[in-house]
C-alpha cells in the first residue's frame, strides 16, 4: 500500500456542472476525512467517516457537497452546480481509530489533494 | 471565538542556523496538539505530535514544546538545510471531549531557508 491516493490530480470545470472526487485512503485506516484548502491558507475541515459511518459535517459544508464511503473503504466528494467559490484544493486523508476507546493521537496522513478550477 | 495562529510572514533564515516557529491558540483546550510540513503543491506531511502533559519532544533536528499555560506552541529545526524550506502547519484536537475526531489547522508559516 502506498499511501493515500486521490482522484483526479486537477479539474477544471465551468460553473454550474458537478464535479466528483474519489479518494482511496490507506487500507487499515477506518477513517477518511475531507478537508480544503485555499491558497494561503491551512486546511479547513469539511467531513469526517469512521468505517461508512459519516459522523461530522462541518456548518461551512452547503447542501450541494456530499460525501459518501459506501463499504468503508474509498469515499467520494461531489459538488454540485459548482460555484467560482469553490475553488480549492480538496484533500482527503486517513487515519486508524483504535478500539475499545483507546486513546488515538490522530495522526492524519494526506493524500496529493485534488485541484478544482472553476471558470 | 477559537483561534489559531502562525506568522503568516515567511521566515528567512541562513543555513545553519535555528528556525522557531510559533503557534499560539486560543478557546481550546488540545489533548494534544501536531506539526505538518507541506510543500507547494502536495499534501501535508506529519512531522510530530505533543501531548498537553509533554513539555518537549524532540525528533532528529526538530523539537516541540507546548506550554498549555500561554496557549503555545514551537517548532524549531536546528542546523536548518535548504531542503527544510516548506509551510508548516500547527494542527489541534478540536473535537469534543478529545476524542480525536476532528484537527484544526493554523494558516501556516513558510519557510525559507537560503545558502
Known amino acids: 500500500d502506498t499511501g493515500v491516493s486521490q482522484d483526479p490530480r486537477h479539474k477544471i470545470t465551468k460553473r454550474g456542472q458537478n464535479v466528483t472526487f474519489r479518494c482511496d485512503p490507506i487500507s487499515e485506516h477506518n477513517r477518511l476525512y475531507w478537508y480544503r484548502q485555499t491558497l494561503g491558507q491551512g486546511p479547513e475541515f469539511l467531513t469526517y467517516?469512521?468505517?461508512?459511518?459519516?459522523?461530522?459535517k462541518s456548518r461551512l459544508l452547503s447542501d450541494r457537497f456530499s460525501a459518501e464511503r459506501p463499504k468503508g473503504s474509498f469515499s467520494t466528494l461531489e459538488i454540485q452546480r459548482t460555484e467560482q467559490g469553490d475553488s480549492a484544493m480538496y484533500l482527503c486523508a486517513s487515519s486508524f481509530r483504535l478500539a475499545g476507546g483507546l486513546t488515538n493521537t490522530g495522526e492524519l496522513f494526506f493524500g496529493e489533494g485534488s485541484r478544482l478550477t472553476v471558470l | 471565538s477559537q483561534k489559531i495562529e502562525q506568522n503568516s510572514e515567511a521566515l528567512n533564515i541562513q543555513e545553519g542556523k535555528t528556525a522557531t516557529l510559533t503557534c499560539n491558540y486560543t478557546n481550546y483546550s488540545p489533548a494534544y496538539l501536531q506539526w505538518y510540513r507541506q510543500d507547494p503543491g502536495r499534501g501535508p506531511v506529519f512531522l510530530l505530535l505533543?501531548?498537553?502533559?509533554?513539555k518537549e519532544k524532540r525528533k532528529e533536528r526538530l523539537k516541540v514544546t507546548f506550554d498549555t499555560t500561554l496557549k503555545q506552541s514551537l517548532f524549531h529545526i536546528t542546523a536548518s538545510q535548504p531542503a527544510d524550506s516548506a509551510t508548516y502547519l500547527c494542527a489541534l484536537d478540536s473535537s469534543v471531549a478529545g476524542t480525536a475526531s476532528k484537527l484544526t489547522f493554523g494558516t501556516g508559516t513558510r519557510l525559507q531557508v537560503t545558502l
Open positions: 467517516f469512521q468505517n461508512e459511518a459519516q459522523l461530522e
Open positions: 505533543i501531548r498537553e502533559n509533554e
